[in-house]
């Protein structure tokens, strides 16, 4: 089967950088990817990984070492309105398996 | 223009009632799905459906059934709706052209039941 992990929790301040991690076991990997939720909204697609090094897009970066089963998603120049729910995710058939998430939490 | 749309927004209803929710995208996308999001933010798949197949979270109760009029709809119907339904469902769908196109998947806005 397919789990992850990530932190529950993040908190920081505007400006500030921040790295939130994800370890995933899975039976066949196609690729870790990362979902942005705000509170009451959708989750939004943010990036995906399928080979190992890093994937800038603007502020956000994310990052995958297939080999140690983990991977990263870097929040660069912080903003309050980057406070949401993050999730990572695993394909496993079709669909998406996430993580539990983790509630980041930017404030002034 | 919405690319996934979900009805309705918001659903009370009791215990035992049977329900529907209606999902639509207008993406041109092959795959659709159905997710529950419990209390704890915990995003689970329920189904994921193309016009070739259905596949099914085994975990998922059989008061659960998709239907599919068409590629570009996707209902969720729910019989005798007990109180531990009540969560967040969203629909989500993706284009099956690539492994980056699954992993990109669109999610409607969602659709808050209260099971009373």
């Known amino acids: 089967g397919q789990s992850l992990e990530q932190p529950s929790e993040v908190t920081a301040v505007e400006g500030a950088i921040v790295q939130i991690n994800c370890t995933y076991q899975?039976?066949?990997?196609?690729?870790l990817s990362w979902y942005q939720q705000h509170d009451g909204g959708a989750p939004t697609f943010l990036s995906y990984n399928a080979l190992d090094g890093l994937e800038e897009t603007g502020r956000f970066s994310s990052f995958l070492s297939r080999s140690d089963s983990y991977g990263y998603l870097l929040l660069q120049e912080l903003q309050m309105k980057d406070s949401a729910s993050y999730f990572c995710a695993v394909r496993a058939g079709t669909a998406l398996i996430f993580g539990k998430g983790t509630t980041l939490s930017v404030s002034s | 223009d919405t690319a996934v749309s979900q009805t309705p927004k918001y659903l009370v209803t009791q215990m035992g009632n049977d329900k529907s929710i209606k999902c639509e995208q207008n993406l041109g996308h092959d795959t659709m799905y159905w997710y529950k999001q419990d209390s704890k933010k915990f995003l689970k798949i329920m189904f994921s459906?193309?016009?070739?197949?259905?596949?099914i979270n085994e975990t998922v109760p059989n008061r659960f059934s998709p239907k599919s009029p068409d590629k570009a709809h996707l209902n969720l119907h729910i019989n005798s709706l007990e109180l531990g339904d009540s969560a967040v469902y969203f629909c989500?769908?993706?284009?099956?052209?690539?492994?980056?196109?699954?992993?990109?998947?669109?999610f409607g806005p969602g659709t808050r039941l209260t099971v009373l």
């Open positions: 459906y193309n016009n070739k197949e259905l596949i």
């Open positions: 899975t039976s066949g990997f196609y690729g």
């Open positions: 989500a769908s993706s284009q099956d052209a690539s492994r980056r196109r699954y992993n990109e998947q669109f």
